[in-house]
């Protein structure tokens, strides 16, 4: 059963952030308000973790503090370390410290990735054991309840594609800010993604006027999104609603926990065709190639990204059109007639020599003309028409990474209370000092007691 | 990887605990780099390390050959203006064998009394602990053997399988 997790973590977590990982060196993207807080409260020459660091976007947020970024993702480390961060490779499950180490530990997205109660659980107390006791531990992860969104299921599937993220920033912010570490990969849960941006099952089904989120920090995508949305009308609401309705078969029927997980794999196994994927429990996105897509997909971008990801500041802000509901619609029922197409051989992931496809840090960080270019073609393809073709060209070699292969990643969302459910039945080293919702996500903060160890 | 990070790491190969620390370091290449002298940080950090650990770690850097450390710039200059020329008989160009930066004779064995205001003691730490920098090398699990990789600075922890812990 571990094995079954470990493996569908490795094809969509692991697999998926190591070819995506190019992508995200950049972008620039905001750290969330409240963490940083949490960095910022910790008292100077405290030792801190970052587990699941991506790359890097905390590690430098408090210059008073020791912070050790760890990642599963060797590429996005690399980015990491290219930006002057230090960092390491490790597995979460098994945290190569030695016990008490850490005088506060970050998990920003990244629990939500593992398919397990018992791997969710475990993960959690290995923080737990490095921790000092009277260390506290903040731990984010994406919610199951989300305002504009409906999950039918807690585990999902939710594809990441590329071509369509395309620049975004929200009202708040900031140009020139620049020292954030890239893009907090795991940690994109935050805020749904807009429901036309693929990058995401999760549409958005209706577009209330989201600025009446309470912004105590500064506004996300979402706020910015709903409100190009609402601008567009009723119309678009009208579709939304019909995107979400259909998206929602996407969604895995149920819950990937011990008794569930080997059916769900088993059943994903023959999905090296496609058939095998449309008929499983596993429902996913239609890949749509990018070569078609970005095509109709320009209607699909907008300012703001979405993405799963998190809000990204763009250093050069442009204004997308907005897509054209009818077109958008079209679109989508066209991909929606099966196929599957490279989703569905399940090779993508494997095939597309994931290695392959990522680039050197040193690269990245000199300003890969690729992954720059390819920025700045989809902002041009939104407001020029220009052939989507050119765009997958610009990355010679790897063109598989654009090709719509809409990467899959794995996400169990958590419903309210679960968290705190896990910790105070399974990790009782830790006592729970506040927990809350913040955008989207479970957050909570714990303490590790003293005299447990 | 800089030692203090080095200091934290354990070996997490199934069944070896507490005797998985501390990895063994082979270093072979380290880079000196400068890094803001910040005292009360250092002070802080002083009690959490784990000094045998340091002590072995550090020695491992101090026996690479001259050639294998790559030094911020002009000695004793730039950005290293801060420090006193040290009189070592060496310049970047003269193989002495030794990594001519640490003074690893001078790294204290442990805390002295009233370390947190002596600067000296403050400065060894410093430059011991966080501008050290291994950038090619393996730590060795004490206890098993097994090697983990150092590679542009970034050491890899992640064990197969069949390695790690049920």
Not at chain 1, 90 to 108: E, V
Not at chain 1, 129 to 145: D, F, K, N, S
Not at chain 1, 221 to 227: K, L, Q, R, T, V
Not at chain 2, 8 to 15: A, D, K
Request: charged residues 25%; glycine residues 8%; hydrophobic residues 30%.
């Amino acid at each position: 059963m571990d094995h079954e997790a470990a493996q569908l973590e490795q094809q969509h977590v692991h697999d998926v952030y190591e070819s995506t990982a190019p992508y995200f060196s950049d972008l620039q993207s905001k750290a969330w308000p409240r963490v940083r807080q949490f960095l910022q409260e910790q008292k100077p020459g405290s030792l801190i973790a970052d587990i699941g660091c991506g790359t890097g976007k905390y590690l430098k947020v408090n210059s008073q503090v020791y912070t050790l970024g760890c990642d599963y993702c060797g590429p996005l480390v690399e980015i990491a370390r290219s930006r002057g961060c230090e960092v390491m490779v490790c597995d979460n499950l098994n945290l190569p410290f030695r016990d008490q180490g850490f005088d506060a530990i970050i998990s920003i997205g990244v629990i939500h990735h593992f398919s397990t109660k018992q791997r969710r659980i475990r993960a959690i107390k290995e923080m737990a054991r490095v921790l000092v006791p009277g260390g506290q531990l903040m731990i984010y992860v994406w919610a199951m309840e989300q305002k504009n969104r409906h999950f039918e299921k807690q585990d999902v599937l939710v594809p990441w594609n590329r071509a369509l993220c395309s620049q975004l920033f929200s009202d708040s912010s900031q140009p020139g800010r620049k020292q954030q570490c890239g893009h907090p990969e795991r940690s994109h849960s935050y805020h749904p993604p807009c429901s036309i941006c693929s990058c995401s099952v999760c549409f958005k089904e209706q577009c209330p006027s989201k600025r009446s989120h309470s912004m105590d920090y500064e506004p996300l995508m979402a706020g910015n999104c709903c409100a190009d949305v609402s601008k567009e009308g009723e119309e678009e609401n009208g579709f939304y609603n019909t995107l979400g309705k259909s998206f929602r078969s996407w969604f895995f029927s149920r819950s990937l926990d011990e008794s569930t997980l080997r059916k769900q794999i088993e059943r994903a196994r023959p999905l090296k065709n496609t058939e095998g994927w449309a008929n499983s429990t596993i429902s996913i996105q239609p890949s749509r190639h990018s070569s078609l897509d970005l095509d109709h997909q320009e209607p699909f971008s907008i300012r703001e990204q979405n993405l799963d990801e998190d809000v990204f500041v763009e250093t050069s802000q442009k204004p997308l059109e907005w897509p054209r509901a009818s077109a958008a619609v079209k679109h989508l029922h066209g991909d929606q007639q099966g196929e599957v197409r490279r989703n569905g051989d399940g090779n993508f992931l494997e095939g597309a020599h994931p290695s392959d496809n990522c680039v050197n840090a040193g690269n990245v960080e000199d300003g890969n003309p690729s992954a720059s270019k390819i920025l700045k073609r989809i902002s041009a393809l939104n407001s020029t028409d220009s052939n989507p073709d050119e765009t997958i060209s610009v990355k010679e070699q790897q063109p598989n990474v654009l090709d719509s292969r809409a990467f899959m990643r794995y996400y169990h969302v958590f419903r309210e209370g679960e968290l705190y459910g896990l910790l105070k039945e399974h990790v009782a080293e830790l006592h729970v000092l506040s927990s809350g919702n913040d955008h989207g996500n479970w957050c909570i903060i714990a303490e590790k007691k003293d005299n447990w160890d | 990887m800089k030692l203090l990070t080095h200091n934290l790491l354990s070996s997490h190969v199934r069944g070896v605990g507490p005797r998985g620390f501390p990895l063994r370091l082979q270093a072979t290449e380290v880079r000196i780099n400068p890094v803001e002298f910040n005292p009360d940080f250092v002070a802080r950090m002083i009690p959490k390390v784990e000094w045998a650990a340091l002590l072995e770690a550090a020695e491992t850097v101090r026996t690479l050959p001259h050639a294998r450390v790559h030094l911020p710039g002009e000695w004793g200059g730039g950005e290293w203006s801060h420090r006193q020329p040290r009189a070592r008989g060496g310049t970047p160009g003269d193989d002495l064998g030794l990594c001519p930066q640490l003074h690893l004779v001078e790294v204290p064995k442990g805390p002295i009394e009233g370390y947190e205001h002596d600067e000296k003691f403050l400065r060894q730490m410093h430059h011991v602990l966080l501008e050290v920098d291994v950038l090619e090398g393996t730590l060795q699990c004490p206890e098993s053997g097994r090697l983990f990789p150092i590679s542009r600075g970034i050491p890899n922890m992640l064990l197969s399988d069949e390695e790690t812990e049920t």
